[in-house]
Each structure stands twice: as C-alpha cells, then as structure tokens.
C-alpha cells in the first residue's frame, strides 16, 4: 500500500482520470506546454484588444468616447471572467478541461468577428460626402457584441484555469519542485510578453494595411493551433480532482458565523459542535494530518490536508469567525468544520494584499491612454522609422522579455546566496518592489511632461497639434518602470495566490491577479472622472479636458496617481508585515 501511495500523486488524476503517477505526470515538461499554449492565446487575445478602439470607431462608427468604454469594458469583463474560470476550475471540472472549453468559445467569438469584418453586407456602410455616417445597430450590432463577449468569455475562462494548470505540475514537498514553480510563474509573464510583442507589431500592422478580417483571421487560427499543442502534453499532465464549491464553504462560514454572534447559545454545546463533520478515516488521517501548528508544509500530499476535516481547535486569528463552529448552528445546513473555517480565515487574510495592488494596476493602465497620448506629439521618428504612437506597448513587453530572465537566472540565485533561504526573495517582497516601481513610474511620467511641455512653451508650439522637437523616446523611461512593475507585482500576485490559497481554492485565488487588473483599470476611469469633476469647478478649466494635450496639466495628475500609489504602498506595508505565510520553506 505505501508503495502504491508514494507512486501516484495524491488528489490528481490523468486526462483519462485514471491516478497520476509520480514517475510519468507534471513536471517542468508539462508546464512548458502551458507556456507555449499562453503565447498564442494571449497573442489571439491582444491583437485584436490593442487595436480594438480603431475598429469601432472607423468601421462600426463609434464616436471615441463610445470606442474607448466598449474597449475598456471588454477587456475588464475579460479579466473579471478569470474569477468564473477560476471557480469553475476548483468547483467542478478540472483546469485542463475548463481551457479546452475555453478555447472553443473564445475560437466561436473570433470566428463570428471574422465573418463580421470579411462581410461588406454585416457591417455598417462605409461614410461618404453622400452618405452620413451610422453606427452598427439591430443584428449587425448584435453580432458584433456576440462575437466579442464570447471572446472575453474564452480568455476570462483561459487566464482563470491556465496559470493554476501550469503550476500544479511540480513538486512542492521538494525545494527543487517549488524552486522550478517559482520559475515557471516568472517564464508565465515571459510568455504574455511573447504573445504580446507579436500582437502589438506583426498583427496590428496586419490589421492597419491589409484589413480587419485577416487580423481576426489570425486570431482565430492562433488559438485553433493552441488547441492541439495544448492536447500534445496531454500524457503528462496531472490533473487536480475538483473538490466543490469554495463559493458554498465561504458563505456557510459567513453566515454561520453572523447567525451564531445573533442567536445566544450555550457554551457547552461547543465540543458537540465541533465534531459535526464526518471523521475521516485511518489511512486520511495517516496521509494526510494537519500539523499542530497551524503551519502547513508545501509538499503535495500535506497539502491535501485542506480537503481533510480534522478535529482541531480554532486558531485565535479573526476570532470572530469561530463562532461559526464552536456555536450550536441556527440550522443543520449551516454546519461548519474546523478546516472550512480555516480555509475562509486564509481567504480572507489574502484580500488586503489583493486590494492594494489595485491602484497599482491604475497606474499601469495609463500605458495604453496618456502615454501614448504624450508619445503623439513628439518626434517618434528613429532614424528613417517612423514609429505610430500605438506600437508604443512594445516597450514595455521588450523590457519584460529582457527582465523575466536576469531575473530568474541572476538575481534570484543571488538573492538565495545573500539571504541563505529557498526563495531569496518572498512573495510580499517581490509585490512590494512591483509598488514602490509603480511610484516611481509615476514621478518619472510626471517629470517627463514637465519637460514636454517645457519644450512646446518654448518653441512656440503649446497651441498647435504638431509633433515637438523632443523625441518620443524619453516616454521609455515611464514605460521601463511600469514594465518592471507589472512584471514583479503580476508573477508575484500569481504565485502568492497559488501558494498560499487553500488547496481547494487555488484556481479561484490566483484568478483574483487578473480581477485585480480589470478593477485597475475602471479604478483609472473613476479616478480621471472624479479628477476632471473637482478640478472643474469654479470656472476652472479641468486639468484633463480639451483636444489639446498641452492644455493640459497631465503631470498634475501624474503626482496625484504617485501620491496615491504612495499611499497605497504604505497601506501594503501595513498588511505585508504583519501577514504570515503558510508555506514553511517562505517563512
């Protein structure tokens, strides 16, 4: 029997759902399919995302201010799907299974698009001296909305089940296992950049000079080839058994919780309480018992201890939940274990390092507004190139592909050598850098406009529209630094989440990495909007009004985003410090 147990990995299943076997599934092998397979969906994503304001607007007559909330709001719906893929991933199917399904809606969503742009008939007619302008509506509309919820639906699912797949095929009871997941989540972000770089070059220049139905095109037939490469590491994958609703656990505890604080009950109906739950029998309890301290290792068979109801004291941390287990419950239904109250407690403990990467993720998106604003009036020629204002991400990307690798090869080993411990730098460290370059990304935008402007005033050109004798190459500065931190802050969100989550939640958890982007970016909306309402008042011109950027006061607003990132990060400090990690190999 302890043979037949130490050959198979427990919890996981085959793609046949037959046992995994040590010796045949995960492994850096099958996580490299993964990274491949993100290549090509973020790519079939992208393309279409980072030239979408475009479409809308010259062929489906969008006004800008329309173009840019139907962008906006398709791309943080796509984010914030990665929740449901997520849920869907720990609830009732596997991650392999909800890519799968993923992939086929998302290839359905590009599919319509595609037809849509190749159709004259499916579109609106093209504007004229004779023909006013009129935007989609009826079926054309619907079509198109269709076509394009399906696709933030396929990539919501996808970014939701294919991080989490990707890093349960290693060996966490092993400082070479965790070292190698720590790597593959950096070599993750290597591969959004990847996908990245072609769709902001190759593809949008597709779509600018040969037309809107072979970008699509592309699209589509990207995340097709996806498909079967992810099929090809089929036979060694291992697949986490799906363990229910966490959405179920967290309310019952809740509620159970404000229900048992409510209703008066009598003490001695606690050791009662405590062993409402089924006990589990001998070889869970051999397999899988929970140490007495609270500290789980991070070896692959402990961590099946979360699925384990166990007999054990509350711990002392937000007490005011263990009312939901050491109170007679109001109902049967609400009946709580130790092991779902602790699991919520880790749940919770979580958010607030979630919630301050938010305004992070704010600043992050002025990389796809602003600054390509500011780029457009200045000199974006590089020799005899001319470089359009939109290919502007490329920056970022390329500083990410530099990055993710000195990284992992250079700094990480060196960290591990100075400090003498297994990560060199944790988690909270690596987030907290991503932070602390996201202010300084903003300062560095803030100086940087000081000088545009500065050199519009004195060449005379603050009224006109005209590019600036100030190349477009000092914006390289702010993109290096939003580069930098979208790259530690988004690896180190990713692994945080999957690490420390309950083992039943981990797909769930790390989905709320991409929500906490998605809310970054409406957070930049609200910001701008209430920014433009206070500032206005008064007969005072709003700092960002006008279709003149030099009439602007960006770089106010600039040292605004970096007094709130600056205050965000000391709230960060403040939840950082005192958190303390599960795993035993980061402590």
Same mark, same amino acid.
């Given at each position: 029997m302890e043979k037949q147990l130490s050959s198979t990995w427990e919890g996981y299943v085959d793609w046949r759902g037959k046992p995994s076997l040590r010796a045949k599934h995960g492994g850096m092998l099958a996580a490299s399919f993964v990274l491949v397979v993100e290549i090509f969906e973020n790519l079939a994503y992208l393309a279409n995302a980072s030239n979408l304001v475009l479409y809308l607007t010259e062929y489906m007559h969008f006004t800008p201010s329309e173009s840019a909330n139907a962008v906006t709001n398709f791309m943080g719906t796509a984010f914030l799907l990665a929740l449901l893929g997520g849920f869907l991933s720990d609830a009732f199917f596997t991650t392999y299974q909800i890519y799968l399904i993923s992939a086929v809606i998302q290839f359905l969503g590009l599919v319509i698009l595609t037809v849509q742009a190749q159709s004259g008939s499916l579109k609106p007619p093209k504007c004229d001296l004779n023909m006013p302008c009129h935007q989609v509506h009826g079926?054309?509309?619907?079509?198109?909305?269709?076509?394009?919820?399906?696709?933030?639906?396929?990539?919501?699912?996808?970014?939701?089940?294919? $991080?989490?797949?990707?890093?349960?095929?290693?060996?966490?009871?092993?400082?070479?296992?965790?070292?190698?997941?720590?790597?593959?989540?950096?070599?993750?972000v290597f591969s959004l950049a990847c996908g990245a770089l072609i769709a902001v070059?190759?593809?949008?220049?597709?779509?600018?000079?040969?037309?809107?139905?072979?970008?699509?095109?592309?699209?589509?037939?990207?995340?097709?080839?996806?498909?079967?490469?992810?099929?090809?590491?089929?036979?060694?994958?291992?697949?986490?058994?799906?363990?229910?609703? $966490?959405?179920?656990?967290?309310?019952?505890?809740?509620?159970?919780?404000?229900?048992?604080?409510?209703?008066?009950?009598?003490?001695?109906?606690?050791?009662?309480?405590?062993?409402?739950? $089924?006990?589990?029998?001998?070889?869970?309890?051999t397999t899988r018992n929970t140490p007495k301290n609270n500290t789980p290792s991070t070896s692959e068979d402990q961590e099946l201890q979360d699925t384990t109801i166990v007999s054990e004291s509350p711990s002392q941390s937000l007490k005011f939940l263990n009312r939901s287990v050491i109170n007679k419950p109001a109902f049967?239904?609400?009946?709580?274990?130790?092991?779902?109250?602790?699991?919520?407690?880790?749940?919770?403990?979580?958010?607030?390092?979630?919630?301050?990467?938010?305004?992070?993720?704010?600043?992050?998106?002025?990389?796809?507004?602003?600054?390509?604003?500011?780029?457009?009036?200045?000199?974006?020629?590089?020799?005899?190139?001319?470089?359009?204002?939109?290919?502007?991400?490329?920056?970022?990307?390329?500083?990410i592909m530099i990055i993710a690798p000195l990284y992992d090869h250079v700094i990480i080993p060196f960290a591990r050598r100075a400090t003498k411990s297994e990560t060199g730098v944790t988690h909270l460290q690596r987030i907290g850098v991503g932070l602390v370059l996201s202010i300084l990304a903003m300062a560095v935008a803030a100086l940087v406009e000081i000088k545009r402007k500065r050199v519009a005033t004195e060449t005379g050109r603050a009224g006109s529209e005209g590019p600036l004798p100030i190349s477009f190459l000092w914006i390289g500065f702010q993109y290096l630094f939003l580069g930098s931190a979208d790259l530690f802050s988004l690896a180190g969100l990713l692994e945080f989440f999957f690490t420390e989550a309950p083992f039943?939640?981990?797909?769930?958890?790390?989905?709320?990495?991409?929500?906490?982007?998605?809310?970054?970016?409406?957070?930049?909306?609200?910001?701008?909007?209430?920014?433009?309402?206070?500032?206005?008042?008064?007969?005072?011109?709003?700092?960002?009004?006008?279709?003149?950027?030099?009439?602007?006061?960006?770089?106010?607003?600039?040292?605004?985003?970096?007094?709130?990132?600056?205050?965000?990060?000391?709230?960060?400090?403040?939840?950082?410090?005192?958190?303390?990690?599960?795993s035993t190999a980061t402590n």
């Open positions: 079926a054309q509309a619907a079509m198109l909305f269709i076509g394009l919820y399906l696709v933030a639906l396929g990539v919501g699912g996808i970014k939701g089940s294919l $991080p989490t797949h990707g890093a349960e095929q290693f060996d966490g009871n092993t400082p070479q296992g965790r070292k190698q997941r720590s790597t593959f989540f950096n070599y993750f070059t190759f593809v949008v220049w597709i779509e600018d000079n040969k037309g809107w139905q072979w970008g699509f095109g592309i699209s589509t037939l990207t995340i097709l080839l996806s498909i079967p490469i992810f099929l090809g590491g089929s036979r060694f994958y291992k697949n986490k058994i799906p363990l229910g609703s $966490p959405l179920t656990t967290i309310s019952k505890v809740l509620i159970a919780s404000l229900l048992n604080t409510c209703m008066a009950r009598s003490s001695s109906n606690a050791i009662a309480s405590m062993s409402t739950s $089924p006990t589990p029998n001998e070889e869970e309890i049967d239904v609400l009946k709580c274990s130790v092991q779902q109250l602790e699991e919520v407690k880790i749940v919770i403990k979580i958010l607030p390092i979630f919630a301050c990467t938010i305004i992070l993720n704010a600043c992050l998106a002025q990389l796809s507004t602003f600054s390509v604003q500011q780029a457009a009036t200045m000199d974006t020629k590089l020799g005899t190139l001319k470089v359009p204002p939109a290919s502007l991400p490329v920056f970022p990307v390329v500083f039943s939640m981990r797909s769930l958890a790390t989905s709320l990495s991409w929500a906490s982007l998605a809310m970054g970016y409406y957070l930049s909306t609200v910001i701008v909007s209430v920014v433009n309402g206070v500032t206005g008042v008064s007969k005072h011109k709003a700092w960002l009004s006008g279709s003149n950027l030099n009439d602007y006061h960006l770089e106010r607003f600039y040292w605004l985003m970096c007094l709130l990132s600056g205050l965000n990060f000391l709230h960060y400090l403040f939840w950082a410090r005192k958190y303390k990690y599960r």
